[in-house]
């Protein structure tokens, strides 16, 4: 188990770990310990935050840091998927057309594009979080990584081989079951971590919202790609992470 969780920070960030041996018996729970990374991330996110707050930092440079923080701390590999998924949904190609592009290592007009307008809304939702969102904001990164990996596991796939199917196929059956256990104690532990605890409507909500962007990603992939794929799985957890964000801001906003 030890060698998984390693394993999983070696696959899914650029944290520093002690290097492990990659055999089927490792790679079997890899994916179980995602969320832990997340959760890993999440815990830098918050300190980051209470270090530039106790320094008067202004929201501007705050924001900023916060944006790139997570993107540093995963290596991009999410993002690569996010915009490679751009290129490929925006081509309007065939099946294989669009699986192809995913593997095109050259950046397409609309990554560039995608990746612009994601930054620009994750830039304005970190410059709108204050404290009261924080702790919430930071679960959200536990959240996308546990519905990534539950789709993963469960979601059919596009292709026969790649690095997902290498890392989903060796997992136990039990995987879909440890993910699902691991989003209703990331949700039991964010509704107490509203800004509003007597009425959690900001952690429902974001909860919610992860579940219809993984519903929407599920009828995307196989429409469009016949399954899910590493590149999209990276597009998912980006997309939720985004979007649950939001849907946390706003909220708060309103109530």
Not at 19 to 38: A, D, H, Y
Not at 186 to 199: D, L, R, Y
Request: include cysteine; glycine fraction near 6%; aromatic fraction near 10%.
């Amino acid at each position: 188990m030890i060698d998984s969780m390693l394993m999983a920070f070696s696959l899914y960030s650029r944290i520093p770990v002690p290097q492990t041996k990659w055999n089927e018996k490792s790679m079997r729970w890899c994916i179980c310990f995602l969320p832990l990374v997340g959760a890993v991330i999440g815990a830098v996110q918050w300190a980051a935050y209470i270090v530039l707050t106790h320094f008067s930092f202004g929201r501007v440079f705050r924001a900023a840091v916060l944006t790139v923080l997570p993107v540093l701390l995963s290596g991009g590999i999410h993002m690569d998927g996010y915009m490679d998924t751009c290129d490929a949904i925006h081509s309007y190609g065939s099946r294989e057309k669009r699986l192809e592009i995913l593997k095109d290592p050259h950046v397409g007009a609309f990554a560039v594009i995608g990746a612009f307008v994601y930054f620009i809304l994750d830039f304005g939702i970190w410059s709108e979080a204050g404290k009261e969102e924080m702790p919430l904001l930071c679960l959200l990164f536990v959240v996308s990584r546990a519905f990534s990996a539950f789709a993963a596991v469960t979601f059919p796939k596009a292709k026969k081989d790649g690095m997902l199917r290498q890392e989903t196929d060796p997992a136990a059956k039990s995987t879909a079951a440890v993910m699902a256990a691991v989003i209703l104690a990331t949700g039991a532990v964010m509704i107490p971590a509203s800004p509003a605890p007597a009425f959690p409507l900001p952690a429902v909500s974001a909860l919610l919202s992860a579940l219809a962007v993984l519903l929407y990603y599920r009828h995307m992939a196989v429409k469009n790609f016949g399954g899910t794929t590493g590149d999209l799985s990276g597009w998912f957890t980006q997309v939720c992470e985004l979007l649950t964000a939001a849907v946390v801001i706003i909220v708060c906003r309103c109530l």
